[in-house]
T-cell receptor, first 115, second 113 residues
Framework: DTEVTQTPKHLVMGMTNKKSLKCEQHMGHRAMYWYKQKAKKPPELMFVYSYEKLSINESVPSRFSPECPNSSLLNLHLHALQPEDSALYLC??????????????FGPGTRLLVL | QQQVKQSPQSLIVQKGGISIINCAYENTAFDYFPWYQQFPGKGPALLIAIRPDVSEKKEGRFTISFNKSAKQFSLHIMDSQPGDSATYFCASAFYNQGGKLIFGQGTELSVKP
Protein backbone atom coordinates (compact mmCIF):
# COMPACT_ATOMS: atom_id res chain seq x y z
CA ASP A 1 0.00 0.00 0.00
CA THR A 2 1.55 3.29 -1.13
CA GLU A 3 -1.11 5.62 0.18
CA VAL A 4 -0.58 9.10 1.52
CA THR A 5 -3.74 10.77 2.77
CA GLN A 6 -4.35 14.49 3.11
CA THR A 7 -7.09 16.47 4.80
CA PRO A 8 -8.98 18.57 4.02
CA LYS A 9 -9.42 18.14 0.26
CA HIS A 10 -10.42 21.79 -0.13
CA LEU A 11 -9.90 24.80 2.13
CA VAL A 12 -11.02 28.40 1.81
CA MET A 13 -9.57 30.87 4.28
CA GLY A 14 -9.32 34.58 4.81
CA MET A 15 -6.04 36.39 5.19
CA THR A 16 -6.44 36.67 8.96
CA ASN A 17 -7.40 33.04 9.57
CA LYS A 18 -5.30 30.27 11.08
CA LYS A 19 -5.74 26.81 9.60
CA SER A 20 -3.82 23.54 9.38
CA LEU A 21 -3.29 20.98 6.66
CA LYS A 22 -2.79 17.36 7.68
CA CYS A 23 -0.94 14.50 6.04
CA GLU A 24 -0.72 10.88 7.11
CA GLN A 25 1.09 7.78 5.87
CA HIS A 26 1.23 4.25 7.28
CA MET A 27 3.99 2.85 5.08
CA GLY A 28 6.65 3.16 7.77
CA HIS A 29 8.34 5.92 5.80
CA ARG A 30 10.73 8.14 7.75
CA ALA A 31 10.90 11.09 5.35
CA MET A 32 7.97 13.40 4.64
CA TYR A 33 7.66 16.42 2.39
CA TRP A 34 5.47 19.45 1.73
CA TYR A 35 5.17 20.84 -1.79
CA LYS A 36 3.24 23.75 -3.28
CA GLN A 37 1.91 23.46 -6.82
CA LYS A 38 0.44 26.24 -8.90
CA ALA A 39 -1.73 25.48 -11.94
CA LYS A 40 0.20 24.07 -14.92
CA LYS A 41 3.49 24.20 -12.98
CA PRO A 42 5.63 21.50 -11.36
CA PRO A 43 5.53 20.96 -7.59
CA GLU A 44 7.85 23.24 -5.62
CA LEU A 45 9.51 21.78 -2.56
CA MET A 46 8.78 23.63 0.69
CA PHE A 47 9.94 21.42 3.57
CA VAL A 48 11.49 18.01 4.18
CA TYR A 49 11.37 16.08 7.45
CA SER A 50 13.66 13.16 8.13
CA TYR A 51 13.09 11.03 11.24
CA GLU A 52 10.73 13.75 12.53
CA LYS A 53 13.37 16.46 12.28
CA LEU A 54 13.29 19.31 9.80
CA SER A 55 15.93 18.57 7.18
CA ILE A 56 15.21 21.09 4.43
CA ASN A 57 13.41 24.45 4.49
CA GLU A 58 13.41 26.00 1.04
CA SER A 59 13.32 29.56 2.41
CA VAL A 60 9.58 29.37 2.91
CA PRO A 61 7.89 32.44 4.51
CA SER A 62 7.18 32.08 8.22
CA ARG A 63 3.43 32.25 7.63
CA PHE A 64 3.86 28.54 6.76
CA SER A 65 4.86 26.49 9.79
CA PRO A 66 5.47 22.75 9.45
CA GLU A 67 5.20 20.22 12.24
CA CYS A 68 5.97 16.50 12.39
CA PRO A 69 4.42 15.17 15.62
CA ASN A 70 5.34 11.55 14.85
CA SER A 71 6.69 9.46 12.03
CA SER A 72 3.27 9.01 10.41
CA LEU A 73 1.93 12.54 10.61
CA LEU A 74 2.88 15.83 9.03
CA ASN A 75 1.07 19.11 9.54
CA LEU A 76 1.35 22.46 7.84
CA HIS A 77 0.08 25.37 9.94
CA LEU A 78 -1.09 28.41 8.00
CA HIS A 79 -1.41 31.94 9.34
CA ALA A 80 -1.86 35.34 7.70
CA LEU A 81 -1.65 33.95 4.19
CA GLN A 82 -1.81 36.04 1.04
CA PRO A 83 -4.02 35.44 -2.01
CA GLU A 84 -0.92 34.42 -3.98
CA ASP A 85 -0.54 31.48 -1.59
CA SER A 86 -3.61 29.89 -3.17
CA ALA A 87 -2.41 26.60 -4.67
CA LEU A 88 -2.51 22.82 -4.39
CA TYR A 89 -0.51 21.72 -1.35
CA LEU A 90 0.95 18.27 -1.73
CA CYS A 91 2.38 15.97 0.89
CA UNK A 92 4.76 13.17 -0.03
CA UNK A 93 6.72 10.50 1.80
CA UNK A 94 9.68 8.22 1.10
CA UNK A 95 11.34 5.39 2.98
CA UNK A 96 14.15 7.71 3.94
CA UNK A 97 16.53 10.25 2.39
CA UNK A 98 19.16 7.60 1.73
CA UNK A 99 20.14 6.60 -1.76
CA UNK A 100 17.90 3.88 -3.12
CA UNK A 101 15.09 4.75 -0.69
CA UNK A 102 14.23 8.19 -1.94
CA UNK A 103 11.25 7.35 -4.15
CA UNK A 104 8.56 9.82 -3.18
CA UNK A 105 4.88 8.93 -3.00
CA PHE A 106 2.46 11.84 -3.19
CA GLY A 107 -0.92 12.39 -1.59
CA PRO A 108 -3.90 13.83 -3.48
CA GLY A 109 -3.29 17.34 -2.17
CA THR A 110 -5.29 20.06 -0.47
CA ARG A 111 -6.68 22.75 -2.77
CA LEU A 112 -6.26 26.03 -0.85
CA LEU A 113 -7.97 29.28 -1.74
CA VAL A 114 -7.00 32.42 0.17
CA LEU A 115 -9.50 35.28 -0.06
CA GLN B 1 23.26 23.82 -13.30
CA GLN B 2 20.32 22.30 -11.49
CA GLN B 3 17.74 22.83 -14.23
CA VAL B 4 15.83 20.10 -15.99
CA LYS B 5 14.40 21.14 -19.34
CA GLN B 6 11.37 19.24 -20.56
CA SER B 7 9.77 19.24 -24.00
CA PRO B 8 7.31 19.50 -25.55
CA GLN B 9 5.06 21.60 -23.34
CA SER B 10 1.99 19.92 -24.83
CA LEU B 11 1.48 16.88 -27.02
CA ILE B 12 -1.49 15.50 -28.94
CA VAL B 13 -1.33 11.88 -30.03
CA GLN B 14 -3.85 9.60 -31.69
CA LYS B 15 -4.99 6.49 -29.85
CA GLY B 16 -2.57 3.67 -30.50
CA GLY B 17 0.29 6.01 -31.32
CA ILE B 18 3.60 6.55 -29.52
CA SER B 19 3.98 9.50 -27.14
CA ILE B 20 7.51 10.76 -26.62
CA ILE B 21 8.53 13.29 -23.98
CA ASN B 22 12.11 14.48 -23.64
CA CYS B 23 14.13 15.89 -20.76
CA ALA B 24 17.64 17.31 -20.59
CA TYR B 25 19.64 17.97 -17.46
CA GLU B 26 22.80 19.94 -16.80
CA ASN B 27 24.33 18.57 -13.63
CA THR B 28 26.21 15.31 -14.27
CA ALA B 29 26.00 14.51 -10.56
CA PHE B 30 22.28 13.73 -10.90
CA ASP B 31 21.78 9.99 -10.64
CA TYR B 32 18.10 9.32 -10.11
CA PHE B 33 15.55 10.14 -12.80
CA PRO B 34 11.86 9.48 -12.07
CA TRP B 35 8.82 10.25 -14.19
CA TYR B 36 5.56 11.27 -12.58
CA GLN B 37 2.04 11.24 -14.04
CA GLN B 38 -0.54 13.69 -12.74
CA PHE B 39 -4.24 13.76 -13.48
CA PRO B 40 -6.23 16.98 -12.91
CA GLY B 41 -7.01 17.51 -9.23
CA LYS B 42 -4.76 14.62 -8.14
CA GLY B 43 -1.26 14.33 -6.77
CA PRO B 44 1.62 13.15 -8.96
CA ALA B 45 2.05 9.38 -9.14
CA LEU B 46 5.38 7.72 -9.79
CA LEU B 47 5.30 6.08 -13.21
CA ILE B 48 8.80 4.74 -13.73
CA ALA B 49 12.33 5.69 -12.67
CA ILE B 50 15.86 4.98 -13.87
CA ARG B 51 19.43 5.29 -12.64
CA PRO B 52 22.29 6.19 -15.02
CA ASP B 53 23.88 2.74 -14.94
CA VAL B 54 21.25 1.48 -17.42
CA SER B 55 20.29 2.90 -20.81
CA GLU B 56 16.72 1.72 -20.90
CA LYS B 57 13.99 0.57 -18.54
CA LYS B 58 10.61 -0.77 -19.57
CA GLU B 59 7.46 -1.26 -17.52
CA GLY B 60 4.47 -2.31 -19.55
CA ARG B 61 3.76 0.33 -22.19
CA PHE B 62 6.14 2.83 -20.56
CA THR B 63 9.86 2.97 -21.41
CA ILE B 64 12.58 5.33 -20.22
CA SER B 65 15.55 5.78 -22.53
CA PHE B 66 18.65 7.31 -20.96
CA ASN B 67 21.61 8.86 -22.77
CA LYS B 68 24.27 9.72 -20.21
CA SER B 69 26.70 11.32 -22.65
CA ALA B 70 24.01 13.63 -24.03
CA LYS B 71 22.57 14.25 -20.55
CA GLN B 72 19.12 13.43 -21.85
CA PHE B 73 16.36 11.01 -20.97
CA SER B 74 12.98 10.40 -22.48
CA LEU B 75 9.67 8.71 -21.77
CA HIS B 76 8.03 6.64 -24.49
CA ILE B 77 4.40 5.60 -24.11
CA MET B 78 3.57 2.85 -26.57
CA ASP B 79 0.02 2.20 -27.80
CA SER B 80 -1.16 5.46 -26.18
CA GLN B 81 -4.68 5.39 -24.78
CA PRO B 82 -7.15 8.18 -23.92
CA GLY B 83 -6.69 7.20 -20.26
CA ASP B 84 -3.03 8.24 -20.57
CA SER B 85 -4.15 11.86 -21.02
CA ALA B 86 -2.46 13.64 -18.13
CA THR B 87 0.46 15.91 -17.30
CA TYR B 88 3.84 14.21 -17.15
CA PHE B 89 6.79 15.51 -15.16
CA CYS B 90 10.35 14.32 -15.41
CA ALA B 91 12.64 14.91 -12.46
CA SER B 92 16.25 14.52 -11.38
CA ALA B 93 17.86 14.02 -8.00
CA PHE B 94 21.21 13.34 -6.37
CA TYR B 95 21.89 9.88 -4.99
CA ASN B 96 22.13 9.87 -1.22
CA GLN B 97 21.07 13.50 -0.97
CA GLY B 98 17.43 12.63 -0.91
CA GLY B 99 14.70 15.14 -0.45
CA LYS B 100 15.12 17.38 -3.43
CA LEU B 101 13.61 16.46 -6.78
CA ILE B 102 14.36 18.91 -9.57
CA PHE B 103 11.26 18.81 -11.77
CA GLY B 104 10.91 19.62 -15.44
CA GLN B 105 8.14 22.04 -16.41
CA GLY B 106 5.72 19.31 -17.40
CA THR B 107 4.10 18.03 -20.60
CA GLU B 108 0.35 18.01 -21.04
CA LEU B 109 -0.49 14.89 -23.06
CA SER B 110 -3.82 14.50 -24.83
CA VAL B 111 -4.59 11.17 -26.52
CA LYS B 112 -7.42 11.48 -29.05
CA PRO B 113 -9.73 8.50 -29.61
Amino acid sequence: DTEVTQTPKHLVMGMTNKKSLKCEQHMGHRAMYWYKQKAKKPPELMFVYSYEKLSINESVPSRFSPECPNSSLLNLHLHALQPEDSALYLCASSQSLAGGQETQYFGPGTRLLVL
Amino acid sequence: QQQVKQSPQSLIVQKGGISIINCAYENTAFDYFPWYQQFPGKGPALLIAIRPDVSEKKEGRFTISFNKSAKQFSLHIMDSQPGDSATYFCASAFYNQGGKLIFGQGTELSVKP
